[in-house]
T-cell receptor
Framework: DQQVKQNSPSLSVQEGRISILNCDYTNSMFDYFLWYKKYPAEGPTFLISISSIKDKNEDGRFTVFLNKSAKHLSLHIVPSQPGDSAVYFCAATRSGGYQKVTFGIGTKLQVIP | NAGVMQNPRHLVRRRGQEARLRCSPMKGHSHVYWYRQLPEEGLKFMVY????????ESGMPKERFSAEFPKEGPSILRIQQVVRGDSAAYFC????????????FGPGTRLTVT
């Protein structure tokens, strides 16, 4: 039972253009969402998050949008840079004390110079 | 301030042997999480430990797998009698408190079972 789904295994984007990575979730109890970035041979690193009380959170070139009714979120990277080439994991959890974090399978982004 | 350390980075075991994976959390962190990433899959939660306590092991296979986080020393993930299906990348994360929102990941141990 995959509660967090990233349906695009890979994405290629030209440098300078926008990258849009999508994520869907099925568990309506999730109220906190995170994006992690992972380079080969390294562990995931936290990128950006959003609480369900918001529909948008921005940090520099990275913006996450949340559509609660559709149970969908997306990560926008603009402008995309070659150093953004990595695997991006969407993750979801419930806030407040300890709750497990559930990860998607990841989307491999390649930014072409 | 050193990050989360994992060793070994690569581990090769024959079927039936034991694998021991070590995780040293960031300084000041007393909460450790273990995840497994099978080929073509995402990170799957395995177990959450605090010092000397297992808090949540709902993601651990019922047999052959165990984890500990002793008062002194690193957290250990132990896999007995390994099988080929155990081949995966095992990641450890740590956090200062019980909020998994602040998890910091180590570089992972890649286990290969031959």
């Amino acid at each position: 039972d995959q509660q967090v789904k990233q349906n695009s295994p890979s994405l290629s984007v030209q440098e300078g253009r926008i990258s849009i990575l999508n994520c869907d979730y099925t568990n309506s109890m999730f109220d906190y969402f995170l994006w992690y970035k992972k380079y080969p041979a390294e562990g995931p690193t936290f990128l950006i998050s959003i609480s369900s009380i918001k529909d948008k959170n921005e940090d520099g070139r990275f913006t996450v949008f949340l559509n609660k009714s559709a149970k969908h979120l997306s990560l926008h990277i603009v402008p995309s840079q070659p150093g953004d080439s990595a695997v991006y994991f969407c993750a979801a959890t419930r806030s407040g004390g300890y709750q497990k974090v559930t990860f998607g399978i990841g989307t491999k982004l390649q930014v072409i110079p | 301030n050193a990050g989360v350390m994992q060793n070994p980075r690569h581990l090769v075991r024959r079927r039936g042997q034991e694998a021991r994976l070590r995780c040293s959390p960031m300084k000041g962190h007393s909460h450790v999480y273990w995840y497994r990433q099978l080929p073509e899959e995402g990170l799957k939660f395995m177990v959450y430990l605090q010092k000397e306590n297992i808090i949540d092991e709902s993601g651990m296979p019922k047999e052959r797998f165990s984890a500990e986080f002793p008062k002194e020393g690193p957290s250990i993930l132990r896999i007995q009698q390994v099988v080929r299906g155990d081949s995966a990348a095992y990641f450890c994360a740590s956090s200062p408190g019980g909020e998994p929102l602040e998890q910091y990941f180590g570089p992972g141990t890649r286990l290969t079972v031959t």
